[in-house]
């Protein structure tokens, strides 16, 4: 069932997620279709999200994207991100760059590499972010070789995560948090929860489908709605997927897509980044519980396997 509408307000809108928004030049949104993008949102009742680029927006846009509740995903670029409910930030470089407020979600889109290898620079950020999301924009390049770095890269950012816990600032890290606090999948949700508005006027299953040059539009904002397939976007029909318990595994529509050309399969990468997650949630559950009591019905299993598909019966 459908819950959120990205709508794309340029064709050089920040990625938010592991695709790369290339080859594009600056393409505004016309205030035609960025209307029926609003009216169609409040007929369907769906949240909107729209996506800045670094250029500002000319006042008639601004006043008409405020006509309707929403939420506000901008690049740490942009001239202003006081307005902003998510803030993007290209590589752990940028970083450094001042939060307006700290109420902000922030999204980091790094490199596998480079967030082994300078993954302490998030520890004062961690102290400072109510919500940190890390994204990796090569997770498909993830070895076997990577899993012994990522492991102990994710054990120090516990230590500051169950340190600030301690302090009572309870700050979720998308890497370690969320499978403590999920009791279900919580993944992509392109083409069953959310879909995408582009500036072309065509939806797409998400702003990937777009971008890519084997994307393809599933409808248009003048005509209809028209996913094929689109049961197969949607968890139940994914025999593995429903069944694992690495609850915030981001399962993307598009990688799954590009690495296994079904877009409900995951490739062994993601399922593998997805566990090593999974139980690093789980050790720092029970050094957070060492401090005192803490989400005492919640628990996760220790599991010896960390690809479900290399398990799973036929």
């Known amino acids: ?152 890269a994710l054990a120090s950012l516990s230590l500051v995560v169950k340190n600030e816990y301690v302090n009572n600032h309870p700050v979720q890290f998308n890497l370690l948090t969320d499978r403590i606090m999920l009791t279900e999948m919580n993944n992509c949700g392109a083409g069953d929860s959310t879909i995408t508005l582009a500036p072309d006027g065509q939806f797409y299953v998400c702003p990937a489908f777009y971008y890519d040059a084997d994307g393809y539009p599933v409808g248009n904002i003048e005509g209809r709605l028209d996913i094929p397939n689109k049961q197969l976007y949607r968890l139940q029909y994914a025999p593995i997927c429903r069944r694992c318990d690495a609850y915030q595994c981001h399962r993307c529509i598009w990688l799954n897509r590009k690495t296994t050309l079904e877009v409900n399969t995951p490739s062994h990468e993601q399922c593998v980044v997805a566990h090593i997650e999974r139980n690093a949630s789980r050790r720092l559950l029970e050094a957070i519980r060492q401090e005192g009591e803490f989400m005492s019905g919640t628990e996760i299993e220790e599991i010896d396997y960390l690809d479900p598909f290399e398990i799973a019966r036929p």
């Open 1 to 152: 069932m459908l819950r959120y509408l990205i709508v794309l307000l340029d064709d050089t809108s920040t990625s938010f997620c592991h695709y790369t928004a290339s080859n594009k030049e600056p393409n505004l949104i016309s205030l035609d279709i960025l209307r029926k993008a609003i009216r169609w949102a409040m007929t369907e009742n769906l949240t909107i999200q729209f996506v800045y680029p670094s250029h500002e927006l000319l006042d008639e846009w601004n006043e008409t994207i405020e006509t309707i509740d929403h939420v506000k995903i901008k690049p740490a670029t942009a001239a202003s991100t006081s307005d902003a409910d998510v803030v993007v930030f290209e590589g752990l470089e940028a970083i450094d760059m001042p939060l307006s407020k700290r109420d902000v979600s922030i999204v980091i889109r790094t490199r596998m590499s480079d967030f082994l290898d300078k993954h302490d620079r998030l520890h004062k950020l961690l102290a400072q972010a109510n919500r940190l999301n890390v994204v990796f924009t090569d997770v498909d390049s993830f070895a076997d070789d990577d899993q012994k770095a990522y492991d102990e």
